[in-house]
């Protein structure tokens, strides 16, 4: 019904830059939210950033100042870039979003998940 491709991970030095990138595709009629969790090993799964069809925007603690969430409407696409990561940061990353399949159908997604391993 819904899909999520997600892309980005990767290996990356202490201090260094991603950008992660979700496109959703199939039944979508409309967006309510879309976002990024995130589970390290041994942790439970915590959000990170969503953004709403509005534009507003949510961020954990511990990202704020260095991760930036945004959206392409056009392309049902959201991005997370990710800046000053550091080891803490390395989890694995799944894309979610809130979305209308048709006008009366709501339902929740998510997607397989990205690596970003944070590592001299």
């Known amino acids: 019904q819904v899909q999520l491709l997600e892309s980005g991970g990767g290996l990356v030095q202490p201090g260094g830059s991603l950008r992660l990138s979700c496109v959703a595709s199939?039944?979508?009629?409309?967006?309510?939210?879309m976002g990024w969790y995130r589970q390290a090993p041994g942790k439970q799964r915590d959000l990170v950033a969503q953004?709403?069809?509005?534009?507003?925007?949510n961020y954990a603690d511990s990202v704020k100042g260095r991760f930036t969430i945004s959206r392409d409407d056009a392309k049902n696409t959201v991005y997370l870039q990710m800046n000053s990561l550091g080891p803490e940061d390395t989890a694995v990353y799944s894309c979610?979003?809130?979305?209308?399949?048709?006008?009366?159908?709501?339902?929740?997604?998510w997607g397989q998940g990205t690596q970003v391993t944070v590592a001299s």
């Open positions: 199939g039944s979508i009629f409309s967006i309510d939210a």
């Open positions: 953004i709403t069809s509005g534009g507003s925007t």
């Open positions: 979610n979003v809130a979305v209308y399949s048709d006008s009366v159908t709501f339902g929740v997604y």
